[in-house]
């Protein structure tokens, strides 16, 4: 297993791919079915070059099994927080023990950067999520956010972590 920074040789429609098998499994029954079948190939190909974001990838044996994605706080009310955006793996591997070894992957990032203290953001439905989160330290901070996709209304619960 080897994690690392994207680079220009990455393939991002085998990344983007991670996104789109993640979100059709690990969202099932979260988010409207109609939306999850309607993600289309390399529908996260434009967002892994998005300025300020930093973004990591997991491989085995050459092939793409994870990603992450992290900035600095697109929250006002979270000033001086890193960010981390996104962590998926394909479903396969899932439940293996590799989220954690990418998360800590990318609180290292974060840590490395600057950051004493890490915010992420999980649908307040998505309990696997959220039980792997806080098992790894992070805190429901009682912030909210309040979402909809397809017609249905999603809130989202902020976690934050001391990285230093």
């Not at 979100?23 to 892994?48: N, T």
């Not at 990603?67 to 439940?95: H, N, Q």
């Not at 956010?145 to 249905?152: A, Y």
Request: proline share 5%; aromatic share 10%.
């Amino acid at each position: 297993m080897d994690i690392r920074p994207l680079s220009d040789s990455d393939d991002k429609l085998k990344i983007s791919r991670i996104y789109e098998e993640s979100w059709k499994h690990a969202y099932k029954g979260i988010v409207p079915q109609s939306f999850l079948d309607s993600i289309s190939e390399g529908r996260w190909v434009p967002h892994l070059s998005d300025p300020g974001i930093s973004v990591l990838v997991m491989t085995e044996g050459g092939e793409y099994i994870g990603v992450s994605t992290f900035c600095p706080s697109r929250f006002s009310r979270f000033p001086d927080y890193g960010e981390l955006v996104s962590l998926y793996l394909l479903p396969e591997y899932m439940g293996r023990g590799m989220g954690s070894v990418l998360l800590d992957a990318s609180l290292k990032a974060l840590s490395d950067a600057g950051f004493s203290n890490v915010l992420l953001w999980a649908l307040e439905d998505n309990l696997r999520a959220r039980k792997f989160y806080e098992r790894s330290g992070f805190i429901n901070s009682g912030e909210t956010i309040d979402d909809e996709i397809d017609g249905k209304p999603l809130r989202e619960l902020a976690y934050i972590k001391s990285v230093k």
